[in-house]
């Protein structure tokens, strides 16, 4: 199993709770804003810790409340793809590509920066700054940081809903090539049905 | 140029060169606390917040007399931290480093809240996003956090420079107005006025106070504009 996570966490008044077990490709988390969508996946990433529970990826287990195994962010080999891109305002676009390539064990680099530029089109943008790009092209940018960072996995939150109609479909082919010729398993979140169903080999519902 | 009666005198200079010093000296002294205590107000959340924050502020209100006898307990020839100085080889007391530590410590309000400011305006989901990237806390802090901050750390440094530059209530109280040692420039005005015929000194160095001041405020305007203004002093 690619994934598996079981997690709970209680904040404030809500309650959230996921459990489910996900195989490669792109899992869809699917369900209404406000589900705790996007908390499963900091909990995924160890942004946020959760009351209780496990996640393990490609058989590592990350966290484990029961174990006390909780596994720094940093040390996660997560690639994480937010709604509005966090690019670094205060470095280029190949500074930001770069940011995690440096930071990388040598051994974890399994994609190299041209390859990555030439794969998501990038070469036209190196110089820029992140507020010189359109939300497209900060996507892309975005995807490929997480890339090169030598991420294992890649967790997608909304990654198209900034974006209008033609930049969707672009990011959306984006996507799926990562999915088809990189095969890193991907955990995707979501509340459009269309896209989700597009994308998706398999939907988690959130409820 | 040879001392002609509108030209800055060598005394002067040396007015000049001694509030430069001081306000530079208290400026580099104060950064690393406030820059600390900026950190703790901003992020920390830990019991008697409040209270720091109060006590950070309270050269901001209390009249600087006030702060002067404070200071003058303290580090005083009789006072803890005073006898702790000497005998480290650096006293205070009637010299220079009492000048630099009295606008030192109301300097430190300006630059906390400054840095404060720029601390809080640094984007927390831009911190998470390095560490999912692979970069330590340190390394977030180093990477992302202090350059994202970093106008508004200058902005502070730079009004701290500027309110050390007008220093006058607590300096006079706690090293007195000594020339050469303790007489910066609003305690040189100051003795100026107390002499008759002296109205050309004064205006000479009030003149200069207002040159150095205005430069050093639109130098911190400056660097907000460029962090984006979130905290402009104007």
Redesign the interface.
Same mark, same amino acid.
């Given at each position: 199993m690619s994934f598996e996570v079981d997690v709970r966490l209680t904040r404030g008044a809500s309650r959230i709770a996921a459990r489910f077990d996900a195989g490669s490709g792109i899992t869809a988390l699917f369900g209404r804003s406000g589900a705790g969508k996007t908390s499963v996946l900091d909990m995924i +990433? *160890?942004?946020v810790r959760p009351d209780e529970g496990r996640i393990a990826v490609d058989g590592r287990v990350l966290f484990d409340a029961a174990e006390g195994i909780d596994v720094?962010?940093?040390? !996660?080999g997560?690639?994480?793809v937010?709604q509005?891109y !966090?690019l670094?305002?205060?470095m280029s676009v190949e500074g930001n590509l770069r940011? *995690?390539w440096r930071? +990388?064990a040598p051994d974890a680099r399994w994609i190299g920066f041209e390859q990555v530029v030439e794969f998501l089109g990038l070469g036209a943008l190196l110089a820029r700054r992140p507020r010189q790009l359109s939300g497209g092209e900060a996507q892309r940018v975005a995807i490929g !940081? +997480?890339l090169l960072? *030598?991420a294992r996995f890649l967790l997608m939150d909304e990654p198209l809903s900034s974006l209008d109609a033609p930049r969707r479909e672009e990011i959306m082919r984006v996507i799926e090539r990562v999915r088809d010729e990189l095969a890193l398993p991907i955990l995707y979140v979501s509340h459009d049905r269309r896209e989700v169903e597009r994308l998706a080999g398999q939907i988690v519902e959130m409820d | 140029m040879v001392s002609a009666p509108n030209s800055i005198s060598p005394e002067e200079w040396g007015i000049i060169w001694l509030s430069l010093k001081v306000s530079a000296a208290a400026m580099v002294a104060t950064l690393p606390v406030a820059f600390a205590l900026a950190w703790a107000l901003a992020r920390g959340r830990f019991f008697g917040r409040v209270l720091l924050d109060g006590l950070v502020h309270l050269p901001l209100v209390l009249p600087p007399v006030v702060t002067g006898w404070l200071l003058l307990i303290v580090f005083g020839g009789t006072g803890v931290a005073g006898r702790w100085l000497a005998a480290m080889g650096m006293p205070v007391m009637f010299r220079w480093t009492g000048a630099a530590l009295a606008a030192s410590v109301m300097a430190l309000p300006l630059m906390v809240r400054a840095i404060r400011l720029s601390l809080e305006s640094v984007?927390r989901?831009?911190e #998470? #996003? #390095?560490?999912? %990237?692979? #970069?330590?806390r340190g390394?977030v802090f180093a990477?992302?956090t202090l350059? %994202?901050a970093l106008p508004g750390v200058l902005a502070g440094m730079v009004l701290g420079f500027a309110r050390s530059l007008g220093e006058f209530g607590a300096t006079i109280t706690f090293v007195s107005n000594i020339p050469g040692e303790t007489q910066t420039l609003p305690l040189a005005i100051y003795a100026a006025l107390q002499v008759p015929g002296q109205e050309g000194i004064v205006t000479r160095l009030a003149l200069i106070s207002v040159g150095l001041s205005l430069v050093a405020l639109v130098a911190s305007e400056v660097l907000t504009r460029r962090m984006g203004g979130r905290s402009h002093v104007l």
């Open positions: +990433a *160890g942004l720094r962010p940093e040390a !996660r997560c690639g994480y937010f509005d !966090r670094f305002p205060h940011y *995690g930071l +990388a !940081r +997480a960072s *030598g | 984007d989901r831009l #998470a #996003a #390095a560490r999912t %990237l692979g #970069a330590s390394r990477t992302i350059p %994202l």
